[in-house]
Nanobody, 118 residues
Framework: QVQLVESGGDLVQPGGSLRLSCAAS?????????MGWYRQAPGKQRDWVAT???????DYADSVKGRFTMSRDDTKNTVYLHMNSLKFEDTAVYYC???????????WGQGTQVTVSS
């Protein structure tokens, strides 16, 4: 059974930093999966934030480029989203997704809340 568990969400002031984690079980994402972070603010659609391919290539939405960094620890089967210079508009529930290569299989975590507020 595949399970993705996000953690690390919190209340933070503007300009602050957070690190989100997404721990995977039931899959080894470093070999057959591209990993992604998405976010959904209240009343809005779920938007793509960042991708880390199985080959280690990253890509970011323009809104977070230069502030967010995605990484992974293969020994822990965990991906991270390092968020710096947080803004009010970064407030959202952040979700992790695993997409299996050459397949329509994809898995989502339950989300973790990030709130940026003074």
């Amino acid at each position: 059974q595949v399970q993705l568990v996000e953690s690390g969400g919190d209340l933070v002031q503007p300009g602050g930093s957070l690190r989100l984690s997404c721990a995977a079980s039931g899959i080894f994402f470093s070999t057959y999966y591209n990993m992604g972070w998405y976010r959904q603010a209240p009343g809005k659609q779920r938007d793509w934030v960042a991708t880390l391919t199985h080959g280690g290539i990253t890509d970011y939405a323009d809104s977070v480029k230069g502030r967010f960094t995605m990484s992974r620890d293969d020994t822990k089967n965990t991906v991270y989203l390092h968020m710096n210079s947080l803004k009010f508009e970064d407030t959202a529930v952040y979700y992790c997704k695993a997409s299996r290569l050459f397949s329509r299989d994809e898995y989502w975590g339950q989300g973790t809340q990030v709130t940026v507020s003074s």
